[in-house]
């Protein structure tokens, strides 16, 4: 039986990515024989403002070098805005630079961020146009937006819940997402973002809402997750995560 050591790089203020990704690899360990530890670096940040996520981000590389002490087999950047907010692309940058900082350290490891894991899983899905759920405020919920177009991904609508303060996006009800999920222009979507935020708690509404709109849902946890698996060269499934942890796109 093989453990592997899952890093996290996230905000001071996070609480969800330390519960949601433990949660559906714990659920994956009760079909799966592979185990898993988590560790975490943080970086400053408690509202969710472009100047703070600026200065977050310049935290990560320290991050990356102090998850690398204790040996990581793979790093997520938990922090989906502060990526797409610093430019078109940056996840590549990103995860490029702090995998750099892993093997100038003595420890190798992948590093996957959020913001393109969540890329990488709608076009898993082959989800060319999606709905979308954001707890940011407009100016920002519209940058993840175009990060998106960016990437090929139309956004036919979503929803900007305005919560700055980021104890406060984690405190918002997960149960709530399904009907906002229902409220947009989603018709048209190959599938529907249930949380474009690591912060945004969701996990727990992911099946439901799939149950409900018809089509895949998923969220920056899952897709994160599913990236992670992949980047450990594990079959990439979770069971009560939606379709794409199904085990069709493992």
């Known amino acids: 039986m093989t453990t592997y050591r899952i ?20 659920a994956r360990e ?10 975490s670096s943080r970086m400053r940040m408690t509202r969710v403002t472009p100047e703070q996520l600026r200065a977050m981000d310049a935290e990560s590389d320290r991050c990356a070098d102090e998850l690398s002490d204790a040996r990581m087999d793979v790093i997520g950047y ?20 702090l995998h750099l900082r892993t093997v100038r350290n003595g420890a190798p ?19 060319a146009k999606v709905a979308m759920v954001t707890p ?20 036919l609508d979503h929803a900007a819940l305005e919560i700055a303060d980021n104890l406060d996006v984690a405190a918002h009800d997960p149960a709530r997402l399904p009907a906002i999920a229902r409220g947009l222009a989603h018709a048209e979507a190959d599938a529907v973002v249930l949380s474009a935020c690591v912060q945004l708690p969701s996990l727990s509404a992911v099946e439901e809402a799939e149950q409900q709109l018809g089509k895949p849902v998923v969220s ?9 698996l992949r980047a450990l060269g594990l079959p990439a499934f979770a069971p009560g995560a939606g379709h794409l942890l199904s085990g069709a796109y493992a």
């Open 7 to 26: 890093g996290q790089i996230v905000p001071s203020s996070n609480v969800t990515m330390e519960t949601e990704v433990p949660a559906l690899l714990r």
């Open 30 to 39: 009760t079909v799966a024989p592979e185990r898993f530890t988590f560790h």
């Open 78 to 97: 938990a922090c989906l805005v502060a990526v797409m907010a610093t430019g078109h692309g940056y996840h590549r940058d990103a995860e490029r630079r």
């Open 109 to 127: 490891a992948p590093v996957v961020t959020s913001a393109g894991a969540l890329v990488a899983g709608l076009r898993e899905l082959g989800a």
């Open 136 to 155: 940011y405020l407009r100016p920002l919920a519209r940058t993840v937006v175009e990060y998106l177009a960016a990437e090929g991904i139309e956004v």
């Open 220 to 228: 920056a946890a899952v897709c994160t997750t599913h990236q992670l």
